[in-house]
């Protein structure tokens, strides 16, 4: 795996300068801030376009560290997975995804499961399931709650004992979607053989649906495929009402984006669930 992950290593090496002061910068500024928990999640909510209902939100990670500033998730998730930090990250994610579920369930909207996102070396490490739910136990929260979105890549790896998790997590009670589906070589035959509840179409494929032909012929072979395959889909990162409508018309079963909205803070966010209740009762 190290050996696979050597071209990676090079790009996040430019990337972030390890080596030179500011990479040492950010290897000693991540180490204290796993241990300090100084990460927050922000949540964007999923659209069910059948019900008009948010059927969910994604947590998503967010790092403000004061000699850094903001950095990226997609800066500091890859190095954390190359220099051996993702797991101890990811608990301290999905324990602050845990006390998300606890606030919202508190506002009176314990209903709304939350996704998190599970980098695949975390998926694949023996003892993910049992680190999860005791996690989840810790915080009083129960697997029904959450939904594990997985990509494409992650499921490649492994088939026999891939299958097997996902069986676990899902008799346990979890939801699992397959995320940025499209990006990766997997075909929805190939899936298939996985219990999966949600496929996320990933949003290369959405932003040019209005403009592109063919993507649009791509995004329905794929909404029409999953269905038939008995999977729901969610169209990812979608900004214009133009690219809702086709949705729509296409059969799409969810929204997430920038249209309905960006990520937001844990206040907001049940702020945004309580406003959406009051437009929908008019
Ligand atoms: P992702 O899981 O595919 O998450 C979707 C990304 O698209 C998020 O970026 C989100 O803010 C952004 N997005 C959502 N709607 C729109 C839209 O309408 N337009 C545009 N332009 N962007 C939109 P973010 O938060 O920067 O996260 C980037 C990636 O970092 C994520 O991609 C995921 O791979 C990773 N990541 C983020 N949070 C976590 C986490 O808690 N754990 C792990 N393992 N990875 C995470
Ligand atoms: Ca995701
Ligand atoms: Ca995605
Ligand atoms: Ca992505």
């Known amino acids: 795996a190290k050996k696979n992950g050597r071209n990676q290593f090079a790009f996040y090496f430019d990337e972030l300068n390890i080596g030179t002061n500011r990479g040492l910068l950010i290897d000693h500024e991540l180490r204290r801030a796993i241990k300090n928990k100084e990460f927050v999640l922000h949540y964007q909510p999923k659209i069910d376009l059948t ?37 101890p990250l990811s608990e301290v994610i999905i324990e602050k995804a845990c006390l998300g579920w606890l606030a919202l369930e508190r506002a009176g909207y314990g209903h709304i499961p939350i996704a998190i996102n599970i980098s695949s070396i975390h ?31 992650t499921v490649m790896n492994n088939e026999k004992e891939t299958i097997r998790r996902l069986i676990q997590l899902k008799q346990l009670g979890f939801k699992l979607s397959i995320d940025d589906f499209g990006t990766g070589y997997s075909s929805l035959s190939y899936l298939v053989q996985f219990p999966l509840n949600h496929l996320k179409i990933d949003r290369s494929f959405i932003q040019l649906i209005g403009s592109v032909n063919e993507k649009q012929a791509v995004v329905d072979a794929i909404i029409q495929m999953a269905h038939r395959l008995h999977m729901k889909v969610i169209a990812e990162g979608v900004e214009q009402k133009e690219q809702v409508e086709l949705l729509r018309n296409m059969g799409c079963d969810m929204i997430q984006g920038y249209y309905y909205s960006k990520p937001l803070p844990l206040e907001e966010a049940i702020d945004y669930v309580e406003f959406w209740k009051l437009e929908i009762e008019g």
């Open 51 to 87: 019900t008009n209902t948010i059927i969910g939100f994604e947590a998503l990670v967010r790092w403000y560290n004061e000699t850094l500033g903001f950095v990226p998730p997609n800066d500091f998730i890859p190095y954390a997975e190359e220099v051996g930090l993702i797991i």
């Open 123 to 153: 998926f694949h490490q023996p003892n993910f399931i049992e680190s999860i739910q005791e996690i989840l136990q810790r915080n009083n929260c129960s697997p029904r709650n959450f939904e594990i979105e997985l990509t494409e890549r």
